[in-house]
C-alpha cells in the first residue's frame, strides 16, 4: 500500500520534472527543425531532456528512479510533447517501454537500471509477427540471426535495446524477447517519414551475421506480457496492466501535440487579419470562436478518458498488488477499452491540431511554423501499428456484444489472459 509520505513525495517530484520541462520547453521548440533535418535528437537534447528529470520518471525506485504513477507520468509525457512532438514521443517510449525488461527478471532489471546512464534506459524494436528475427536456444543462452529490427524509437540513446525474434522449440512459433546490448547493433540510416522525423526510430541489424545472448536475456514473451517472472521491485507500478501504462502514455502525447499548436495558434493569431473577410483581427471573428469551440471539445474529450484509463491502470496495479488482482473478464475488457479509446483520443487530437493547421493561413506551412510539424505529429500517431481504430473498434464491440475478440500474436493481443502461456518461468 502506498503511504501518504510516498505520495506526497511523488507529487513533489512531479511538479519539480514539470517545471523543468517547461523551461526547457521553448529551447525544444526552437531545436525541432534542426532535429527533423538530422532524423534524431542531438545528444544535448537527450542530456537536457534527461537532466528534466523525463527520463526517470518511470524507472524502478529501488535503483534511484522516480517511479511515478501512471497518471503522473502522463502529465510529463504532454508537458514535453506541448513543446515537441517528437521529445515527446522519446519520453513516451522511454516510460512506457519499462514494462519490458521489469518482465524479464531480476538480472534484466539490474543490468538496466544498475549502472549511470543519460538517456533513456531500453528500446524496443519488432515485437509483432513480422519480426524477421530469430532465435535458437543454444547452451547457455540462445543465437541470434536475421533482421533487421524495425521501428526502434529511443534505440540510438539506451544502453539496451529488446529485439523481437520467433523461436521453435519443435511446439510451434513463439515470441522470444532479447535483451541486446547497444554496441552489438548497427544502426541503418532509413528514418525518413512524414512526421516525428526527429525520433531517430531507425531499422537495424547486428553487428555480426550472428549474436550469442546469455539465457537471463532471453524472455519467452507470454511471460513478459503475464508478469510471471521476478524482478524483485517492490512497487504497484510494476503489476500495472502493460497496455494501460504504454496507450495512456501514448494519447498523453496526442494531447500534448495539441494543446501545444492551440497556444502558438492562439499566439500568432492575435492581431492578424482574415482574407477575404474585415475581420482584423483573427481572435474577434466569430468563425474563429466556433473553431475553437470545437478544438477545445475534442481535447477535452481526450483528455477526460485518457485521464481515467490512467487512474484505472494505476488502481489495476495496486489491486493486482495487494494480492487480489481484477478477474480475467474485466482486464481483458479494460485492455481492449484502454486500445480503442486511445485510437479516438489521437484520432480525434489530430483533427483538433487539423482544424488549427487550417485556420492559420498560408504561412503556417512553413518549416520554422511549429504548427505544420503538430500537423504531421498528431497524424503519425494516429498511424502507429496498434491503433488501427477500425479493428480495435470491432474487437471492442465484440466484447460489448458478448462476443471474443480476434485471436493474434503481438504485444496488443487481448487473449493474454486466457491460460495459454506456460506453466513454469524460469
Known amino acids: ?15 519539480k520534472v514539470l517545471e523543468n520541462i517547461r523551461a526547457l520547453g521553448p529551447t525544444l521548440r526552437e531545436r525541432a527543425p534542426e532535429a527533423e ?65 521489469a518482465g524479464s527478471g531480476a538480472r534484466v532489471v539490474e543490468e538496466v537500471y544498475g549502472p549511470p546512464w543519460v538517456g533513456p534506459r531500453v528500446a524496443g524494436s519488432s515485437h509483432f509477427p513480422a519480426s524477421r528475427g530469430r532465435a535458437k536456444r543454444c547452451e547457455g543462452g540462445w ?106 502514455l501514448m494519447a498523453g502525447m496526442a494531447i500534448g501535440i495539441a494543446e501545444g499548436a492551440l497556444g502558438r495558434f492562439l499566439e500568432r493569431s492575435a492581431g492578424r487579419p ?21 478544438v477545445h471539445s475534442k481535447m477535452q474529450s481526450a483528455r477526460l478518458m485518457t485521464r481515467a484509463n490512467a487512474e484505472e491502470t494505476d488502481r ?29 483520443a489521437a484520432k480525434w487530437c489530430a483533427q483538433a491540431v487539423e482544424l488549427l493547421q487550417r485556420n492559420s493561413g498560408s504561412t503556417a506551412i512553413m518549416e520554422s511554423e511549429p504548427i505544420q510539424r503538430a500537423w504531421r505529429d498528431a497524424r503519425v500517431i494516429t498511424l502507429h501499428g496498434a491503433l488501427n481504430l477500425e479493428a480495435l473498434s470491432e474487437n471492442y464491440g465484440r466484447l460489448m456484444a458478448g462476443a471474443q475478440p480476434h485471436k493474434f500474436d503481438g504485444i496488443t493481443t487481448l487473449d493474454r489472459f486466457a491460460p495459454t502461456a506456460p506453466q513454469k518461468a524460469g
Not at 1 to 15: D, H, K, W
Not at 67 to 90: A, F, H, I, K, M
Open 143 to 248: 543465437i541470434v540471426s536475421g533482421g533487421p529490427w524495425t521501428f526502434g524509437s529511443d534505440s540510438l540513446w539506451a544502453p539496451y535495446t529488446n529485439l523481437g525474434c520467433i523461436a521453435d522449440d519443435g511446439e510451434g512459433p513463439y515470441l522470444v524477447g532479447l535483451q541486446v546490448p547497444r554496441d552489438e547493433l548497427r544502426f541503418l540510416d532509413d528514418w525518413k517519414v512524414a512526421g516525428m522525423r526527429a525520433t531517430g526510430s531507425v531499422s537495424m541489424r547486428l553487428a555480426t551475421d550472428e549474436l550469442f545472448v546469455p539465457d537471463h536475456r532471453g524472455v519467452d514473451f507470454r511471460h513478459v506480457v503475464g508478469g510471471t517472472i521476478d524482478n524483485g521491485l517492490k512497487g504497484s507500478l510494476w503489476k500495472v496492466p502493460s497496455l494501460g501504462w504504454a496507450f495512456s
Open 37 to 101: 533535418r538530422a532524423g534524431r535528437h542531438s545528444d544535448e537534447t537527450i542530456a537536457d531532456l534527461d537532466a528534466t528529470g523525463a527520463f526517470n520518471i518511470a524507472n524502478p525506485a529501488e535503483f534511484g528512479g522516480y517511479e511515478l504513477t501512471v497518471r503522473q507520468q502522463l502529465d510529463v509525457v504532454s508537458e514535453v510533447s506541448r513543446w515537441d512532438g517528437s521529445c515527446g514521443w522519446t519520453v513516451w517510449v522511454g516510460a512506457s517501454t519499462n514494462w519490458i525488461p
Open 316 to 344: 489495476l496495479g495496486a489491486l493486482a498488488a495487494a494480492g487480489t488482482p481484477a478477474d480475467p473478464e474485466y482486464m481483458q475488457m479494460f485492455s481492449s477499452r484502454v486500445l480503442v479509446e486511445t485510437a479516438y
Open 274 to 294: 482574415i482574407r477575404g473577410t474585415t475581420y482584423k483581427n483573427q481572435l474577434e471573428a466569430p468563425l474563429t470562436h466556433l473553431m475553437l469551440a470545437e
Open 1 to 15: 500500500m502506498t503511504t501518504m509520505v510516498e505520495t506526497e513525495n511523488r507529487s513533489e517530484t512531479l511538479a
